[in-house]
């Protein structure tokens, strides 16, 4: 099936063309309700009879004259479970007049939950916290959101304002539409790295600050063998997450996939405008050599691949290693689990390699929200539109992004001199004010996953430590952003048949990976490997995804 142009020119112009209708027909003091001009003549039409029963806009609060109460999923968190009395329900209804129906499942159940009530037709209006919509597509209990989102003007304004076009032609499917309103940052995050033992470092002879900005893996090597001699021990990284985060991190800069992004294999050559299977390239050889030199030189503990987590931490915390991978959220809870005095941890920047200083994370994009349809067939396309405004405001404004993640200023936070938000002395929250009696999640329900996602670099700023601000820096000042990859809008038809292939496929690369890096297997059989891929259908799985491209690169702006 070939995708439709005109579906698509709509969603791309419509980003741009209508945003103007949305904020000047939306934005004033008045709460002028007129809704937002339209490429669709019978939206318009059905539009203008809306009745004005509600205040909204880019920048303005939404209000509902009468109360309203919209049913949603609610993803249960263990480490700060649902509460009824939670600060968060009514901040949000003082601001809006709108409660929820909550549909409360535990984390851990709730893409189960999530699919049997998609899929019996039965799904809350609002099924936020949805990381993967793919498979809900073509049930027809979800909406194709893309058609509604001129009438979000805060959505709108933040696609424009920050360039967000490139962005969400990765949430395109075949037909041309999106099925869920992902959550936006202006900036992307900084992503995982590796936090080191920066006072060992040091005493080795590793001028950690002054260098590491600049260090390639190579060099990243030569200071952990530095390490190494100074400190005589068996290894300096033992690593968690079963090496999935240091193969990711580092498969950017090689030019290849690898560990939790492996995915198919495939890399998009920007220049000849293909896709490329990178797994079996000169590249990748390279790459595995890397991780197979750090195990050969006793640097890496081979049981980084296969040790839980638990294990990898007590190595580090006994002060045994030196570098563990992680995300920078997890630097205040590790520094105090520290066995050794005056351990000084440290998260460097992401090392370059082959290809350059690359930035390891390039999508802005958050997970998201996925309407069902039952809310359009249960309220109508004007109750349906007011429902879109009262979710513009809270998940796309300043405003609403604001008090899901802070609260209510003067209760939870006040502001300083520059308009930086600060935090409640006696409120902890992602390393701020430790030992604090009272947390933002647990006792307010503010910061928690349902809400608070996306937003302004500031707002995205203002959650960090001065520490994981300092490393967001870095790494945006000294690591070049990457080109998005283009989307495989395939048809479910093709979505199959390439399932098919590239399951078996990765499993072996998979396979391979570990063995090459070990040492189980020796790269004098780099050609075996290599034929054995290309056995395993490699090769026609790049060429259906470049005839996939090809016939949708027009839309996509190729």
């Not at 000047?24 to 937002?36: C, I, K, L, R, V």
């Not at 996939?548 to 702006?557: A, E, H, M, P, S």
Request: proline share 3%; aromatic share 12%.
């Amino acid at each position: 099936m070939r995708v439709r142009k005109s579906s698509v020119m709509v969603l791309l112009t419509s980003m741009l063309v209508l945003m103007t209708a949305c904020s000047s027909g939306n934005n004033g003091a008045s709460g002028n309700n007129t809704p937002a001009a339209s490429n669709d003549a019978a939206n318009n039409t059905t539009a203008t009879a809306e009745a004005a029963d509600y205040t909204f806009g880019a920048d303005q609060t939404f209000h509902s004259n009468e109360p309203v109460s919209y049913s949603m999923m609610y993803s249960d968190h263990e480490n700060y479970p649902y509460n009824k009395d939670w600060r968060l329900w009514s901040a949000i209804q003082e601001k809006t007049n709108v409660t929820f129906d909550l549909s409360i499942t535990a984390r851990t159940e709730y893409e189960n939950q999530k699919s049997l009530l998609v899929n019996s037709g039965d799904a809350p209006y609002i099924i936020p916290k949805t990381y993967d919509e793919s498979a809900f597509v073509s049930t027809g209990q979800i909406v194709p959101v893309s058609d509604w989102v001129q009438y979000m003007p805060n959505y709108m304004k933040a696609v424009q304002d920050w360039g967000m076009e490139e962005d969400l032609k990765a949430k395109l499917k075949e037909d041309g539409k999106y099925y869920v309103l992902p959550g936006m940052w202006e900036i992307a995050g900084g992503g995982y790295s590796y936090i080191i033992r920066k006072d060992v470092f040091e005493a080795a002879g590793v001028d950690v600050e002054g260098q590491q900005g600049n260090w390639t893996y190579e060099d990243f090597y030569e200071a952990m063998k530095k390490v190494k001699d100074y400190t005589g021990s068996n290894y300096v990284i033992s690593d968690q997450f079963k090496g999935e985060s240091a193969l990711n991190i580092a498969a950017v800069q090689y030019g290849v996939t690898g560990g939790w992004g492996l995915s198919n294999g495939l890399n998009f050559d920007h220049d000849k405008q293909q896709f490329v299977f990178a797994d079996a390239s000169e590249d990748f050889k390279n790459y595995l050599g890397y991780f197979n030199k750090l195990i050969t030189d006793g640097i890496m503990d081979p049981e980084s691949f296969t040790q839980e987590d638990d294990a990898a931490q007590a190595k580090f915390f006994k002060g045994d290693t030196y570098v563990i991978s992680g995300i920078y959220q997890v630097l205040a809870d590790f520094k105090s689990k520290m066995q050794v005095p005056d351990s000084e941890l440290y998260m460097i920047t992401q090392p370059g390699g082959p290809k350059g200083k690359l930035q390891v994370e390039t999508s802005r994009l958050e997970n998201g929200i996925m309407i069902s349809q039952n809310a359009l067939d249960d309220l109508g396309e004007e109750g349906f539109i007011k429902m879109l405004r009262f979710i513009d405001w809270l998940w796309y404004s300043n405003e609403g992004q604001t008090l899901s993640l802070w609260g209510v200023e003067g209760e939870t936070y006040t502001k300083d001199a520059a308009g930086n938000i600060v935090l409640n002395p006696d409120i902890y929250y992602n390393g701020m004010n430790e030992g604090a009696a009272k947390q933002l999640n647990v006792d307010y329900g503010f910061a928690g996953g349902v809400f608070a996602y996306g937003g302004s670099e500031k707002l995205k700023m203002s959650k960090m430590t001065d520490g994981e601000k300092d490393f967001v820096n870095r790494v945006q000042t000294t690591r070049e952003t990457r080109k998005l990859v283009p989307p495989i809008m395939a048809t479910p038809e093709e979505s199959e048949q390439m399932k098919l292939i590239s399951t078996p496929l990765m499993d072996y690369v998979k396979t391979m990976t570990l063995k090459f890096i070990t040492g189980q297997e020796s790269f004098d059989n780099w050609n075996q490997y290599t034929a054995q891929v290309e056995a395993n259908g490699s090769t026609r799985y790049t060429e259906m995804a470049n005839e996939i491209f090809q016939k949708t690169k027009d839309l996509l702006g190729y």
